[in-house]
């Protein structure tokens, strides 16, 4: 499509022109459905959310460490954290890494979640395609070109690009703009070295004199209404700048500067509510120790001056912090003092208003994938839903759009009033089968842990909702369970299976190869 063509069919659109569904990134979305309903609440919502994301895949085992855990140094007896070493907490199995004081402090103010064993299923261990899917929101076999945060505000400011708000709807600090603010009308944010450059560079203006009614002016036309919209942000920007402040001090290292700006253009007033930084390196496959030790100090003291700076000024109450990194690394090190790539590993969710505390069930090293590594315990798309809903305020059916598929929050930010109630996760925990697909043997085992005794269902369902089996039924005491199923004599295909404890209830995909008849 032409870009002229573009902004004619963007300009229909606004006008509720169109007739059939939007698509983002392959998700169709009807305008009728979000038009006064979605931008009303992006417009009355002021929460804002800053993502960290953490380039080659952190290793969440040496972040939060599982010290009581034998298992643990039988994998790492060399880049394991001694348990004398670790940041102890009010969780007497897991502790920080010794470098992550700060963390260790906004978590001991009840200002820091640690969410255990974030990933999905079949990770994939490349680092292009992981962090694709991350950024998108996809699985992994789906591709979209678009990014989930992206997705949201075009969702929600149907009439952009020919309507501007007075703030730039995300902000990303530095390199060019991340595929997660990527819609299908473009750039859903704008990046920013610092405020004054990006003052200069508005300056520059496009006055060239072009004839009218010919393809090279109309083309030049579009390009010069695309600046004069970019132009109407470095005033802003700068604006917000000299109005806002630091208080309290900041190391020098490059993410602790990146989030120094991010909260002095808060506090200057910008109303933006996205921003997005990060930090490299991650990637430790050999001679981990050091490395990893300096890159968790930057990222922890980063994130507690941050938090202090916000408080000291009065503007914290509705910032959240996520960190993300597209996999963890491998349980056991390798033979050069690092760590491989990897699976599930633990993310942060840190600020005033989030449910602090540990949520999921400590790294399991018995029960693992065919490469013996973690299986995850949350996709991290239940983060993603917690963020839109409970964060942004959109409705469930509107975040289950967006993510093109339903996935429960995770009761992670404290709300007045919660769209749904979500599963007390933190006192139940149902894995994925291993293996899975079920092999032509069929046998599987199901693992899941309670927080506390309790009375247990354990029932199988085919995708018609009929019940097939009962797989356990009884009182199990707190702790890690596994149940052995065999398979034999199912028919081939997608089955589901549930815990139900108490009142809440989950369930989990199961595929079937087929086998041999009982």
Do not use: C
């Amino acid at each position: 499509m032409k870009r002229r063509d573009f902004l004619k069919s963007s300009l229909l659109a606004s006008a509720g022109v169109a007739s059939v569904p939007l698509m983002f990134g392959g998700i169709p979305v009807h305008a009728g459905s979000y038009r006064s309903l979605a931008a009303d609440t992006m417009a009355a919502n002021d929460n804002v959310l800053v993502v960290i994301q953490m380039f080659g895949g952190n290793d969440g085992l040496n972040t939060f460490v599982p010290f009581t855990n034998p298992k643990y140094y039988q994998n790492r007896p060399t880049v394991g954290i001694a348990p004398t070493q670790v940041l102890k907490i009010a969780n007497p199995s897991m502790g920080f890494h010794p470098s992550m004081t700060g963390m260790r402090d906004l978590f001991n103010a009840g200002k820091l979640v640690a969410i255990q064993g974030v990933g999905y299923e079949n990770s994939n261990r490349s680092h292009f395609r992981s962090e694709n899917i991350w950024l998108t929101g996809s699985g992994p076999t789906t591709v979209l070109e678009t990014g989930w945060l992206g997705r949201y505000l075009e969702f929600t400011n149907p009439t952009f690009p020919l309507d501007l708000p007075p703030d730039p709807f995300a902000v990303q600090i530095g390199g060019t703009l991340s595929l997660m603010l990527q819609s299908q009308k473009g750039n859903m944010g704008i990046t920013l070295a610092d405020p004054d450059t990006f003052f200069r560079l508005g300056r520059n203006q496009l006055d060239e004199a072009v004839p009218g009614g010919t393809p090279y002016g109309e083309e030049y036309l579009f390009v010069r209404a695309i600046k004069e919209q970019s132009d109407v942000y470095s005033q802003r920007i700068n604006d917000a700048f000299n109005a806002g402040s630091n208080v309290g001090s900041y190391s020098n290292a490059g993410l602790a500067q990146q989030l120094r700006l991010v909260a002095r253009l808060i506090s200057g007033g910008l109303k933006s509510k996205i921003y997005m930084v990060y930090l490299g390196g991650f990637d430790t496959h050999s001679n981990q120790p050091n490395a990893h030790a300096n890159l968790l100090k930057t990222l922890s003291d980063a994130a507690e001056q941050f938090s202090t700076d916000l408080q000291n000024q009065g503007v914290s109450k509705n910032v959240v912090g996520l960190t993300m990194s597209e996999f963890g690394r491998r349980t056991r090190e390798n033979g050069s003092i690092g760590t491989d790539h990897g699976t599930a590993a633990v993310q942060f969710l840190f600020g005033d208003a989030v449910n602090s505390g540990v949520l999921g069930a400590d790294p399991d090293f018995d029960v693992t994938d065919s490469s013996g590594d973690l299986l995850h315990t949350f996709d991290y798309r239940q983060i993603y839903s917690e963020l839109l809903e409970h964060g942004f305020g959109i409705p469930a059916e509107d975040a289950t759009q967006l993510l093109g598929g339903r996935f429960t929050p995770l009761p992670l930010i404290r709300t007045a009033t919660r769209v749904e109630a979500a599963p007390a996760v933190s006192d139940f925990v149902l894995m994925q089968n291993h293996p899975n697909p079920v092999p032509l043997a069929g046998l599987t085992q199901i693992p899941f842990s309670l927080g506390s005794s309790a009375d247990v269902e354990m029932t199988l369902f085919d995708t018609q909702g009929q019940l097939l089996a009962s797989l356990a039924s009884g009182r199990y005491s707190a702790g890690r369970h596994s149940l052995s199923f065999n398979a034999n004599g199912l028919p081939p295909g997608i089955y589901f299976y549930q815990l139900r404890v108490g009142a809440h209830h989950v369930s989990r995909k199961m595929v079937v190869q087929g086998g041999r008849g009982r």
